[in-house]
């Protein structure tokens, strides 16, 4: 398992990244590059995280939309999206990866029908797209799990990977994204045993945050750090731990380096406890 987050220091050299990765202890990354640099930059980023040893984990293709009911917003988030894998092919990044859209006003906010059949179907087409249209060969194209978008649960996922049936499509494990009820709220180990036994071999990176029912009226859910919520990390870190050893598990979302620190000294811990190798 490697563990990789948000970086507070500057840099404008891949060596100067590098060192600030490294500094914070993490072997993982979020891409630090655009889609609009050119061969040269991206060959000597990415070697430079070859050398050391840093997995850049993910491309993020937020902020496009490639299901929108508008004809043009939905053609600029397909397009959007295939610069982004482009991207994450061309550096030798795990996926990239969004949410697979929405029919309501945000991008990945909730909307009527985002849960029905014909959406499924029209997710099934627009990932068949585009991975079709950049056909790449060294990273894959990955969803989000979301609480009211689809894949909002790990059966809809795995009915997903079938329906796709394109070798580069894969998935992005948030599990916090998809406990959207009390009943996963109270037993997160089985949420997490039923995400690793439909889609484990599918994985290729995953987010780290942590989540709290609040007692407020009609139902309230929290986003808050590792370690400070009702996931069962212990269960987390295990099932990681039965995967490739290079799987990225990056904390998201924490804008105080101190946040950052504890989450991932709090993971680290949970991992040692758990006899589950952190590179």
């Not at 406990?179 to 045993?193: G, M, Q, S, V, W």
Request: one cysteine or more; charged letters at 25%.
């Amino acid at each position: 398992m490697r563990i990789g987050g948000a970086l507070f220091e500057t840099y404008s050299t891949p060596f100067e990244w590098a060192q600030a990765v490294r500094g914070q202890g993490y072997s993982a990354a979020f891409c630090p590059i655009g889609d609009d640099a050119d061969d040269t930059v991206i060959g000597e980023w990415k070697a430079e995280a070859e050398r050391s040893d840093i997995i850049i984990a993910e491309v993020g293709a937020w902020g496009n939309n490639p299901i929108s009911p508008n004809k043009a917003t939905r053609k600029a988030g397909i397009q959007g999206c295939c610069r982004k894998l482009e991207l994450a092919d061309r550096v030798g990044a795990n996926c990239c990866v969004n949410v697979a859209g929405s029919l309501g006003e945000r991008w990945a906010g909730p909307g009527e029908g985002n849960l029905s059949d014909d959406t499924f179907a029209l997710i099934v087409d627009s990932v068949r797209e585009i991975i079709d249209t950049v056909k790449p060969t060294r990273t894959f194209y990955a969803l989000e799990t979301m609480p009211w978008l689809i894949p909002h649960s790990p059966r809809v996922y795995a009915k997903l990977l079938r329906a796709v049936r394109r070798g580069r499509f894969a998935v992005h494990l948030d599990p916090v994204n998809l406990i959207n009820c009390p009943e996963r709220y109270y037993d997160t180990p089985a949420l997490l045993e039923e995400c690793f036994n439909l889609l484990g071999p599918h994985i290729v990176s995953c987010h780290a945050k942590d989540i709290i029912l609040r007692d407020e009226l009609t139902m309230h859910l929290s986003e808050c750090r590792p370690g400070l919520g009702n996931l069962n990390w212990g269960a987390f870190v295990r099932e990681l731990g039965r995967l490739d050893r290079d799987i990225p598990l990056m904390i998201e979302h924490l804008s105080d380096p101190e946040d950052c620190r504890a989450a991932a000294a709090f993971i680290r811990n949970v991992a040692q406890i758990e006899g589950v190798p952190v590179v």
